[in-house]
């Protein structure tokens, strides 16, 4: 929740380069961006508001481990869209209906998808029809968001029908290829009709050493005795930025599966909401932070119980090398309604190197009495125990590493449920393994 | 489940209204005038008759206490406090400092008989040897008496108040004020050390174990006064000692401020177990009323092998905010904290723990028992952190809320940060009702609800009322039961 501490009144102080250059770069392209005038105004609101607001900083709670203020140096200008016909790596091999989205360009839309009964439409054609969606629920913060409603000229919006089960996984793939320097904005979203059931894969992938700046939205919404799974992979480049907000909510008897896997990008950040809109409705999230060198990487989930018989699981797994570090925070609220409540959190972080670090914070706010919470959070390197068992059994002391931080993770990857997306998922872990399994730190 | 007749009884007896402390005693009393300035901190230094640097301590605190702004990341809610609408001083009007018991106020010493606390001497030693404490006695700003201070010197013990302290032993105070908690260190830290007025003091000598437990009580009795008591405890080479701490307030509609500092330095080999029973009042059953508990307590494991161990039970206050901390300095140290945290009326506490792992193959334990009740609004907030070269750093926390009633709030907030690979953390966190299951495993037996109950949340806590001292725990397990009746049923 953002705005209801008294730390986050304050008196502001100079803007910065970043801040800055939000207010210049509006008031160049501000004109040029498609939508209607009620876009426009709502466009002109949101830049006012981050004006106000200004980047986030530790000293406002939520970003007490990711200091975005200090860390944003610069806001690049946004990314001029790109023709370049081009695939994505991630999850290229599987089989799915593949949405391509080239540097915030025009998404490229698959054959065949709207013979599933599921409509498809791109940003731009949401905006003509003058709708831009700048209120979103309790928990999603405004900051990002806001320069996402100032700035966002693509994504997809998918709506899948009343009783639709989409055959195979919808996949957007976000490819970056700017040369230099550039913002990217996007925004996706996807609704799920009673008694329908998708799977939507989300990719980020971009080149190394350039510092540009994704900042993605995105809404799921399930409807009553519906099933979602939005699965995020997001491997940006080392020097870019990426920040993301998500909300959902899920209706009555409803399921949701989020599975951030983070293993891109110098910094990044992760804010998802998780509300409910109907009763015995499920929620899931099967996170994995793979982080090295000096990442930092943040995934910050907010479950709000408002209703009663609502089960929410979380489960986060953070694989830590060099000096990267990890930041999950986790917070369950259960209101007072919301009676026969089972919210279980779990995050554990695995840390390969002396000098990484791992920051957890799993809150629990509870009002209403009759419910079973709990979380757990353990941090340490690989279990000596586990280590000598496979050892003793002849595998070396390599492949033994490796086999305990794939099984680690790997847990994590299975909890999403789709096999297919489990597999590839469990290939990247492989090949970050076999990057990052080395000697015993320091020795 | 209706309440039964017997409940209700039992509620109308023991009521949030009916604090058992309540009283007030009538006692002329000598006070500063209303509000905060610069003179009233040479007031209170030149009552104390302190010496130079200390004033000079107190006013640099209170110059950079006016630049401060009140903290409010806690889960609290209260109206702003108006600190010049307060009394930083007042103390009982007798002669000179008491030279022994029988100079002491009779009023005085009837208003701790009625609190139980056993200040003549004589009495205790005709009690059971082995249960014998002593006792500094804190009433509003001033200590009152410090017992069984004659044997405790032969061991070396100093046991004293720290206004005497400053005056008897001012190398020991200024080597160690302020080195744990600084005078800087936060809002009330700082308001503290410009107006502390009493509070122990406390020094074990090298290789000394300390012959009885220690104890302090603290009352506040004035209206309008806030308490303001800083207590420095350090513990020597190899030494160990069990501090007790008390505390109570009589019942009133206007709120009262208590803000106070607990220091410990615990060096080589040292050992020391602070244990606190919080009954300050808690307000009536309206929410009107009772003590603002903002406490700064620190200890610091500065030498190898050092432990420290905080146990608190915290019953009372309308606000509790309040995070006993250790830093984990001293190669191989150990900090520990166990906590039982009852909220029930209009209560809201936001309590927890700090455990600062600094040093090599240092560990920390926390357990922490939550019981909300009524409205009341009940959150645990706990720091772990692993300095980068704290290798070999272990914690294993453990938070449990119980849930009593549909109108109540419980919450865990813990900040888990390892900057150390080899640091193992484990946390895990519970919050829930007695089930049903348990309720009629009780009552299938014969017990009624209200004992099904009592059992049950008797048994919750049980980790951490194993960790208190003997005279700790049978008023533990009373106050828990008055603490909680009411919401029973």
Same mark, same amino acid.
Do not use: M, S, W, Y
């Given at each position: 929740m953002v705005g209801d501490t008294g730390m986050n009144v304050e008196v502001r102080n100079k803007q910065t380069a970043a801040e800055q250059a939000a207010s210049d770069q509006f008031a160049a392209v501000s004109g040029s961006l498609p939508g209607t005038d009620a876009v426009a105004a709502t466009r002109a609101a949101a830049i006012r508001r981050f004006t106000e607001a200004g980047l986030p900083h530790r000293r406002i709670e939520e970003w007490k481990y990711t200091d975005l203020r200090g860390a944003l140096r610069e806001l690049p200008a946004p990314a001029v869209a790109s023709d370049t016909p081009i695939g994505p790596d991630?999850?290229?091999?599987?089989?799915a209906w593949r949405i391509v989205i080239v540097d915030g360009g025009e998404p490229r839309l698959p054959d065949?998808?709207?013979?599933?009964g599921i409509t498809v439409e791109r940003l731009s054609e949401v905006l003509a029809a003058g709708v831009l969606e700048a209120e979103w629920p309790e928990g999603t913060p405004s900051a990002m968001l806001d320069l996402n409603t100032a700035f966002v000229a693509s994504g997809v919006t998918l709506r899948v029908p009343e009783g639709v089960h989409v055959d195979k996984p919808i996949h957007i793939a976000c490819v970056t290829t700017v040369p230099d320097a550039a913002s990217i904005y996007l925004r996706n979203s996807v609704e799920v009709g009673a008694g329908g059931s998708v799977t939507v894969a989300e990719t980020f992938e971009g080149p190394d050493g350039i510092a540009y700046v994704v900042n993605t939205a995105t809404r799921v919404t399930v409807a009553r005795d519906a099933q979602a799974t939005w699965v995020k992979v997001q491997r940006d480049g080392n020097k870019a930025v990426h920040m993301a907000t998500l909300a959902s909510d899920v209706g009555q008897g409803g399921r949701l599966t989020l599975a951030p896997y983070t293993t891109g990008a110098a910094l990044s950040r992760n804010q998802f909401a998780i509300a409910f809109a109907g009763e015995h409705a499920e929620a899931n999230l099967a996170g994995v932070h793979l982080l090295c060198d000096r990442q930092l990487g943040d995934t910050t989930l907010f479950v709000d119980h408002a209703l009663p018989h609502g089960t929410s699981k979380e489960l986060f797994k953070s694989v830590l090398d060099d000096e990267a570090r990890g930041v999950f925070q986790g917070k369950i609220i259960v209101r007072q309604d919301a009676q026969k409540v089972d919210g279980r959190m779990m995050t554990q972080s695995l840390m390969l190197s002396e000098r990484a670090e791992a920051d957890n914070k799993p809150e629990l706010e509870i009002y209403a009495d009759n419910v079973q919470c709990g979380h757990g959070a353990t941090s340490g390197r690989i279990d000596e125990d586990l280590l000598f068992y496979l050892r003793a059994r002849g595998i070396p002391e390599l492949a033994a590493k490796a086999l305990l931080i794939e099984a680690f993770v790997g847990e994590a990857v299975t909890a999403i449920g789709n096999e297919a997306i489990g597999e590839a998922l469990s290939e990247l872990t492989h090949e970050w393994v076999s990057r990052h399994s080395h000697q015993e730190p320091g020795s | 489940m209706p309440a039964v007749q017997e409940t209700i009884e039992q509620v109308r007896e023991i009521d949030v209204d009916k604090y058992k402390y309540g009283f007030f005693t009538d006692i002329e009393s000598e006070k500063a005038p209303k509000g905060l300035s610069e003179e009233i901190v040479r007031f209170i230094s030149a009552k104390k008759g302190e010496p130079e640097w200390m004033l000079e301590w107190r006013l640099e605190a209170y110059r950079r206490w006016r630049t401060m702004t009140e903290p409010a990341w806690a889960k609290l809610e209260y109206p702003k406090i108006d600190f010049e609408d307060l009394y930083y001083y007042a103390a009982p009007k007798t002669a000179v400092a008491p030279k022994s018991l029988d100079e002491v106020d009779p009023e005085l010493l009837a208003t701790y008989a009625k609190l139980g606390i056993p200040l003549t001497e004589q009495a205790v030693l005709a009690g059971?040897?082995?249960a014998r404490v002593a006792v500094d006695a804190v009433f509003d700003s001033v200590s009152v008496v410090t017992t069984f201070r004659e044997e405790l010197s032969k061991h070396g013990i100093i046991f004293c108040s720290i206004s005497e302290a400053l005056r008897e032993h001012p190398e020991l105070v200024r080597k160690y004020l302020g080195s744990v908690v600084p005078a800087s260190d936060n809002f009330y830290a700082t308001l503290n050390s410009a107006v502390f007025s009493d509070g122990s003091f406390v020094y074990i000598p090298p290789g000394v174990r300390c012959p009885m437990e220690l104890s302090t009580y603290f009352r506040i009795n004035e209206r309008d006064t806030g308490q303001f008591e800083r207590t420095l405890l350090i513990a020597d080479k190899g030494s160990y000692v069990s501090y007790l701490e008390g505390c109570t307030a009589p019942m009133r509609d206007e709120n009262q401020l208590h803000a106070a500092v607990v220091e410990i330095v615990a060096l080589d080999d040292a050992e020391v177990k602070y244990s606190t029973v919080q009954n300050w009042y808690?307000?009536? *059953?309206?929410?009107?009323?009772g003590i603002y508990n903002f406490v700064t307590k620190r200890g610091d494991c500065r030498g190898k092998n050092s432990k420290i161990s905080w146990t608190q039970v915290e019953t009372g206050s309308a606000i509790t905010w309040k995070y006993p901390s250790c830093i984990l300095r001293g190669d191989n140290s150990r900090g520990e904290f166990y906590s039982i945290a009852v909220s029930n009326g209009h209560q809201q506490v936001d309590s927890g723990t700090k455990m600062i792992h600094l040093g090599k193959n240092t560990s920390s334990r926390i357990i922490s028992k939550g019981i909300a009740a009524g409205v009341s609004q009940n959150t645990y907030r706990g720091l772990v952190s692993a300095h980068a *070269?704290?290798?070999g750093a272990r914690n294993f926390t453990q938070c449990d809320s119980l849930l009593i009633g549909d109108r109540c709030g419980a919450h865990t907030v813990p900040y888990i940060e390892a900057k150390n690979s080899s640091a193992q953390f484990e946390h895990e966190a519970t919050t829930s009702k007695i089930s049903d299951d348990q309720m009629f495993y009780c009552t299938q037996r014969g017990l009624s609800d209200e004992q099904a109950v009592a059992l049950i949340v008797n048994g919750f806590v049980r980790e951490v009322l194993q960790h208190l001292p003997m005279e700790f725990m049978v008023e533990t397990q009373k106050l828990i039961g008055i603490s909680l009746e009411g919401s029973v049923g």
């Open positions: 991630t999850l290229g091999e599987i089989d065949g998808l709207a013979g599933q | 059971v040897e082995g808690p307000g009536n *059953k309206e929410g009107k009323g *070269k704290a290798t």
